[in-house]
């Protein structure tokens, strides 16, 4: 399975970006699906999760209310919106699968830039 990561950018705090994560190889419903950030110089951090259906969502509690997860199976593809950015929202955001909440992740993304200007 590969992860493609998408739709980063710069954007001005009080904005919204949404981000892409399109999975290829295999079919996404396979998959429980995370989304990650990552600062330089700091530990990757955990957003949020979908479960493989889609009904059932986690969040950080640092995005909770702002940011939503969502998946379309058919489209094999993942998706982040994120509402009310700011800038400590700036990361490289990269998006994980794996095949249940206590197995290594399978495959994650490239990651990609968001920056929140202030």
């Known amino acids: 399975v590969q992860l493609q990561a998408s739709g980063g950018g710069l954007v001005q705090t009080g904005g919204s970006l949404r981000l892409s994560c399109v999975v290829s190889?295999?079919?996404?419903?396979?998959?429980?699906m995370d989304w990650f950030r990552q600062v330089p110089g700091e530990e990757r951090e955990f957003v949020a999760r979908i479960n493989r259906s889609g009904r059932s969502t986690t969040y950080a509690g640092s995005v909770k209310g702002r940011f939503t997860i969502s998946r379309d199976n058919g489209l094999n593809t993942v998706y982040l919106q994120m509402n009310s950015l700011k800038p400590e929202d700036t990361a490289v955001y990269y998006c994980a699968a794996s095949t249940g909440s206590t197995t290594p992740y399978v495959a994650w993304g490239q990651g990609t830039q968001v920056t929140v200007s202030s």
């Open positions: 190889g295999r079919p996404s419903s396979l998959y429980l």
